[in-house]
């Protein structure tokens, strides 16, 4: 009988994604042959692609596709920026932002029942999707696109495969790409301080309350000094209020700078990969103990 080591163990959970007690039992049963293990695994636990269902997606790429006046900004994402690399997961997440924009679908449900057909794979988005977790071995999701028809020019900035940004604008070109590049740079929250959220505003008028009360200073100072700060912060994350990354002065603002360039800007989305996903950390060592306790409690 072979012999089974927390290192084979921890091989074949990192394989399969098993649970450790499932990958030792699996192990012992193979007299430590690691890949008739694997296939113990399948068969008790299921496909790859439904195993990885649970797994945190917290890397990927952000993709876009302009047609004319039509255009798509979406992003997909994977479990490891390996994969956010892979040949195939790049043109899988091309494929997804030409059908948004072909198509308009209503959500990511509705994006996922369009025809695809790629690698063997389909018929459907989700059936591609399935299928290439199972190839490449990794979970993939489609978390959120933006899709502009409204009759406007586009401009889009694509930094690597992490952040994309679409702007669509009325004006020059070269202009518009600047500005995308300026907001993959400076990441503002909305193009106009009167269109930032006003649960951002409420959150920032809190701290700044909270900070001034400190001061011990008198009422109608403190109320001056919170102004003050909310009005910093509007400047701070509203486009056409910031400083212009390109700015020759240093002083420029990105509102003076599309003026004199007789550009207006309509609206625009930025995505930044596995922006507000929370990563997991793996703690192989607490999982042993965890495992371990609850053995002995059994």
């Known amino acids: 009988m072979a012999a089974i080591t927390a290192s084979m163990v921890a091989e074949l959970r990192a394989k399969t994604d098993a649970p450790m007690m499932e990958c030792k039992k699996a192990l012992t049963e193979a007299d430590g042959n690691m890949e008739k293990a694997e ?21 990927g790429v952000v993709a876009s596709c302009v047609q004319g006046n039509t255009g798509a900004l979406i992003e997909v994402n994977c479990e490891t920026d390996f994969v956010s690399k892979n040949e195939l997961f790049i043109a899988f997440c091309n494929a997804l932002a030409q059908l948004v924009a072909q198509n308009d679908p209503a959500d990511v449900a509705a994006l996922s029942a369009l025809p695809l057909s790629m690698e ?12 290439l977790i199972g190839k490449i071995g990794e979970n993939m999701t489609i978390r959120r696109f933006k899709r502009y028809a409204g009759g406007g020019q586009l401009a889009t900035y694509l930094h690597g495969v992490r952040i994309g940004v679409m702007v669509e604008y009325d004006g020059d070109a070269v202009a518009a790409k600047d500005v ?41 100072i403190i109320a001056k000094m919170v102004e003050g700060a ?41 995505y930044v990969v596995g922006e507000g996903i929370e990563k997991k950390q793996d703690d192989f060592a607490a999982e042993v103990a965890a495992q371990v306790a609850a053995a002995q409690k059994a």
């Not at 296939?39 to 890397?59: F, M, N, Y």
């Not at 063997?120 to 399935?130: A, L, M, N, S």
């Not at 006003?198 to 909270?210: G, H, T």
């Open 39 to 59: 296939e113990i695994l399948r068969v008790k636990l299921g496909s790859k692609a439904s195993k990885a269902a649970g797994r945190i997606t917290a890397e």
């Open 120 to 131: 063997g794979f389909g018929p459907t988005v989700e059936d591609v999707r399935k299928g």
């Open 180 to 220: 995308a590049m300026h907001i993959a740079a400076m990441k503002p929250v909305a193009t106009s301080s009167a269109e930032v959220p006003a649960e951002l505003v409420a959150k920032e008028r809190s701290i700044a309350e909270q900070k001034a009360a400190e001061s011990g200073k008198p009422a109608e």
């Open 230 to 270: 909310v009005q910093k912060y509007l400047k701070e994350v509203s486009l056409l209020d910031q400083v212009f990354v390109k700015a020759a002065d240093g002083k420029q603002t990105v509102g003076q700078y599309l003026k004199g360039a007789n550009t207006t800007v309509k609206g625009f989305t930025l």
